[in-house]
């Protein structure tokens, strides 16, 4: 997809991303970055090297490091598996919350995919997308990426569902206010249009008002 750079100076732009786990987040959100040329954080990662991090999580989610975020080991289903469970203390994802709201208001415009990105991290986003897809078919995008037993592979996709969606501290649903796009049926180059025809709409309704952030 073209590349379209454009001096956005100080504006201030967030697109929010939420889902269940390989509903097609990381990829849509990297696309939207790339497109508009804003930043992008997956705040799965964040999770996840808390959970594989080990020893007291709150304490490893207060010190965590950027090169922490660089393990080759972060996008296993064992990774994802702790990161939910750590994800469920309230002192983990009070520790990770300044950090993301400042890169999601940071100038320059923002992309970050997650859980409760719309709802807690940034209820002001300019743009909000719940990106879905049925149980089957996100575990068989995650089984195509990490192999294994696919029905081992739904089994962990179900039950990281219950725990992000059923946990008492910023559990996974859509803002009121966010587009639900299922992309069960779509191919991700129609997910990724959709994802870029909202954020288009949003700065052209921006650029009638006259506001530039
Ligand atoms: O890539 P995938 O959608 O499978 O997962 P991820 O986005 O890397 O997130 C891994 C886990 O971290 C999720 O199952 C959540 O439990 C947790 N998480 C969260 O609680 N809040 C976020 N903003 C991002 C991830």
């Given at each position: ?54 020893g ?9 490091l ?96 219950a725990?992000?969606m ?48």
């Amino acid at each position: 997809m073209r590349t379209r750079r454009v001096a956005w100076g100080a504006m201030i732009f967030t697109v929010a991303i939420d889902g269940p786990a390989a509903a097609g987040k990381g990829t849509i959100s990297r696309a939207v970055a790339d497109r508009f040329g804003f930043r992008h954080l997956d705040t799965g990662l964040l999770y996840r090297a808390v959970g594989v991090k080990g020893g007291d999580p709150a304490t490893a989610a207060r010190t965590l490091l950027p090169e922490d975020l660089t393990g080759t080991d972060l996008r296993t289903l064992a990774a994802g598996q702790a990161a939910s469970q750590v994800a469920v203390i309230p002192e983990v994802r009070a520790a990770l919350t300044e950090f993301q709201r400042r890169f999601a208001r940071a100038e320059g415009g923002a992309v970050l995919d997650g859980r409760d990105i719309g709802t807690v991290i940034c209820p002001e986003a300019e743009v909000k997308i719940y990106v879905t897809a049925s149980p089957e078919v996100r575990a068989h995008r995650r089984w195509l990426e990490v192999g294994g037993e696919e029905a081992q592979v739904l089994h962990e996709v179900k039950d990281r569902d219950a725990r992000d969606m059923g946990r008492a501290d910023a559990p996974l649903r859509p803002a009121p206010d966010a587009v639900l796009l299922d992309t069960s049926t779509m191919t991700i180059t129609e997910a990724v249009g959709r994802a870029c025809a909202l954020v288009e709409a949003a700065l052209s309704a921006r650029k009638r008002a006259g506001g530039h952030g």
